[in-house]
C-alpha cells in the first residue's frame, strides 16, 4: 500500500456511528447558557467525516446549510456519497486528505468546523495543519467542535495500547491485516492477563477495560488502538493548540455536565470555583472525575451577551422529546452514581413535551406555569436531558418545511437497505436536522407501515419473510426462535407494540411518513 495513509488505518472500514454533537442546531443553548452568542450557521464543515453517517444526515436535513468535508479513505467516501445522493442532498465530499483539503483555496469561510475522533489520532503535523485551517477558514464568532482521549483517564489502560502496538511491531506477519493484528494483540493481552500480572494488582480496573475493549467491533478497535499516533493529552495542552487558531473553550458538548451537582461534590464545586484560569479548571475538573474522552464546543471570539438577551435567546430554542413519555427515566447515572430526577420539575416538563413535537422554551414555561418551576430549573432539566439524548432540539418550521424531501428520499433508500442488510441504525429527522437511532427490526415494521400495509400484522409478516430469507431468528429470553410461525408470531407481536409506541414517537420526529402508494402496490403487493 503507498503511504497515502500518514500511518492512519485505512484497511479496515471505521463504523458506521451517528455523533449528534457535530449536529449545529444543537449549539444554540450550550453556548447562551456559557454566555456567548451563537453564530448562524450558512458554511459548515466536518473533518475525516468517517463512513459519513454525520455530516450526510446533517446534509440531508439542513439543506440551508452548504456542507464540506473530507476523508482520505476512499471507501469511506463512496458510502458518505450514496447518503448525500440518496438524499438528494449537495454536500461536497472529498477523499483528500487534510493536508490537500485544508490547503484549497475554493472553500468558504466557515461558521461550524467539527472533528470527531479525529484529533487524538492522528500525527502532530495532521494537528498543525487543522490548527491553521481553522484559523484562517472559521469566521469570527465560528464554533468548533472536538473531541479528544485525555489523561488523567487513560493513565490506568494506556499500557494496554502501548501492548497492542509493541505486540503488532515484533510478531505481525507480513499480508496481516489491520483486524488479525488486533484479534492476535487481544489474544495475547489475555494471556497475560490470566498470570496475575502485578501490572493488574497496582491497576485493578485496567483488566475491566480490556474486557470492554474485547467486545467492541473490529473496525472502531483497529482506528482507536493501531494508528501510528495515539496521544493523551490533558485538556491544558488542547486548550495551549487551540488558541493558536484564536479559540476559546465555550462548554462542553455533552451538555449533561453543565449541571454541576451531577457531576461534583458539594466539596469538590467549592474547590473548583477557586480556580480561576479556565483551562486549568477544566483540567482539574478532569481530574475529579478522571476523565478519558472529552467533547467541547469552542470559540473563535466571543461575544458576551446581556444576561436579559440570552435569557430570551434561550427562551426561543426550540426542544423536542426524541423517546417515548413513558421511557423517560426516573433516575440517570452520573459522574456521582445514579441521579434521581425530581418528579416535580422534570415530570410536568416532559409531560408537556409527550406528544414528541417541537415546542421552544417560552411555551415549555407558559404551559407549566401553574407548577411553580423556575425558569433556571426548566432550562437545568433540559440540559441534562438533551445530553441524556432524551430531548433533542429542533430546527425552525420552515428549515422543517425544506428538510423533508430530502430526509424523506434518504430515509426511503435506507430503509430499503434495511430490507438487504443490517448495520445501518439511523434515519433522518428534518425536525432535529440530524438522525435518530432506529434499530434494524423498527425500521422494517416502518417500511411495512411507509409503503401502505394496514395492519401491523403485516408489517410482521413482511418483516419476517425478509429476516427468514436472511437466516434471522428472533431472539426471545436469549434463544434464537426455531419455527417458521413462533418467529411470525413474535414479529407480529413486535409489530402491534411499535404501533402504539415508535410509530407514534417516529411520526412526530417526521420519520415516518406514509409513501403515496397506489392501490396495486397495497397488501401483499411487494
Ligand atoms: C476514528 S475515525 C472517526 C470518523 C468519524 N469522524 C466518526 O467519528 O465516525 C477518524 C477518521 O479520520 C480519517 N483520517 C485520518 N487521518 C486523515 C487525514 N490525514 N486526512 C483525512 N482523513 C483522515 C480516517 O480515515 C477516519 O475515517
Redesign the pocket.
Same mark, same amino acid.
Given at each position: 500500500m503507498s503511504d497515502w495513509t500518514?500511518g492512519?488505518v485505512?484497511d479496515v472500514e471505521?463504523?458506521t456511528?451517528y !455523533?449528534v454533537e457535530l449536529n449545529p442546531v444543537r449549539l444554540p443553548i450550550g453556548l447562551l447558557n456559557a454566555g456567548y452568542a451563537p453564530p448562524k450557521v450558512r458554511n459548515a464543515c466536518e473533518l475525516?467525516?468517517?463512513?459519513g453517517?454525520?455530516i450526510a444526515m446533517h446534509a440531508a436535513a439542513q439543506p440551508h446549510v452548504n456542507w464540506y468535508g473530507?476523508? !482520505?479513505?476512499p471507501d469511506?467516501v463512496l458510502f458518505a456519497r450514496w447518503l448525500n445522493d440518496s438524499a438528494g442532498a449537495n454536500a461536497e465530499l472529498t477523499d483528500e486528505?487534510?493536508?490537500q483539503f485544508c490547503s484549497r483555496d475554493d472553500l468558504p469561510m466557515f461558521d461550524s468546523i467539527g472533528?470527531?475522533?479525529?484529533w487524538t489520532?492522528?500525527s502532530p503535523q495532521?494537528r498543525d495543519i487543522i490548527i491553521d485551517f481553522i484559523n484562517r477558514k472559521l469566521n469570527v464568532g465560528g464554533v468548533v467542535y472536538c473531541s479528544y482521549n485525555v489523561m488523567p483517564g487513560w493513565s490506568t489502560a494506556a499500557p494496554l495500547r502501548e501492548l497492542m502496538k509493541l505486540h503488532t511491531r515484533m510478531t505481525a506477519g507480513a499480508g496481516m491485516g489491520s483486524g488479525e493484528k488486533m484479534e492476535a494483540a487481544l489474544n495475547f493481552i489475555g494471556e497475560m492477563f490470566d498470570r496475575d500480572p502485578q501490572y493488574q494488582a497496582a491497576n485493578p480496573q485496567a483488566k475491566a477495560k480490556f474486557e470492554q475493549m474485547k467486545t467492541m467491533p473490529p473496525g472502531y478497535l483497529s482506528?482507536?488502538y493501531m494508528n501510528s499516533n495515539w496521544d493523551l493529552m490533558y485538556f491544558s495542552d488542547i486548550a495551549d493548540m487551540l488558541g493558536a487558531a484564536k479559540l476559546q473553550f465555550a462548554c462542553s458538548a455533552s451538555y449533561q455536565e453543565a449541571v454541576e451537582e451531577t457531576q461534583f461534590t458539594p466539596a469538590q464545586r467549592a474547590w473548583l470555583a477557586g480556580v480561576d484560569n479556565e483551562p486549568f479548571r477544566e483540567t482539574m475538573k478532569d481530574f475529579m472525575r478522571n476523565t478519558q474522552f472529552r467533547k467541547d464546543y469552542w470559540v473563535k471570539g466571543g461575544l458576551a451577551l446581556p444576561q436579559a438577551e440570552r435569557i430570551e435567546r434561550i427562551r426561543d430554542v426550540r426542544v423536542v422529546l426524541q423517546v417515548q413519555r413513558a421511557n423517560v427515566p426516573l433516575t440517570v447515572s452520573s459522574a456521582l452514581g445514579d441521579v434521581t430526577l425530581v418528579p416535580e420539575i422534570y415530570g410536568p416538563i416532559v409531560d408537556f413535551l409527550a406528544d414528541n413535537r417541537p415546542h421552544s422554551i417560552r411555551d415549555i414555561e407558559i404551559g407549566i406555569q401553574d407548577k411553580n418551576i423556575q425558569f433556571g430549573q426548566v432550562l437545568q432539566a433540559l440540559m441534562l436531558l438533551t445530553g441524556l439524548g432524551q430531548v433533542g432540539f429542533a430546527q425552525s418550521d420552515t428549515e422543517i418545511a425544506a428538510a423533508r424531501a430530502h430526509t424523506q428520499k434518504l430515509n426511503t433508500a435506507l430503509l430499503r437497505r434495511a430490507e438487504a442488510e443490517d448495520g445501518i441504525n439511523y434515519l433522518a429527522s428534518p425536525v432535529t436536522g440530524g438522525a435518530i437511532a432506529v434499530a434494524r427490526v423498527d425500521q422494517l415494521f416502518l417500511k411495512g407501515w411507509a409503503d401502505g400495509l394496514a395492519e401491523p400484522a403485516d408489517w410482521g409478516d413482511s418483516a419476517w419473510r425478509v429476516l427468514e430469507a436472511g437466516g434471522v431468528r428472533v431472539i426471545k429470553d436469549g434463544q434464537p426462535l426455531n419455527s417458521a410461525e413462533e418467529n411470525r408470531v413474535a414479529l407480529v407481536e413486535a409489530a402491534e407494540k411499535f404501533r402504539g409506541t415508535l410509530l407514534v414517537l417516529f411520526q412526530g420526529l417526521e420519520i415516518a411518513v406514509p409513501r403515496k402508494v397506489s392501490p396495486a402496490g397495497r397488501k401483499g403487493g411487494r
Open positions: 500518514s492512519y485505512a471505521y463504523t456511528g !455523533f475525516g467525516f468517517g463512513q453517517m454525520s473530507d476523508d !482520505f479513505n469511506h486528505s487534510f493536508e472533528l470527531h475522533g479525529v489520532w492522528v495532521n482506528h482507536e
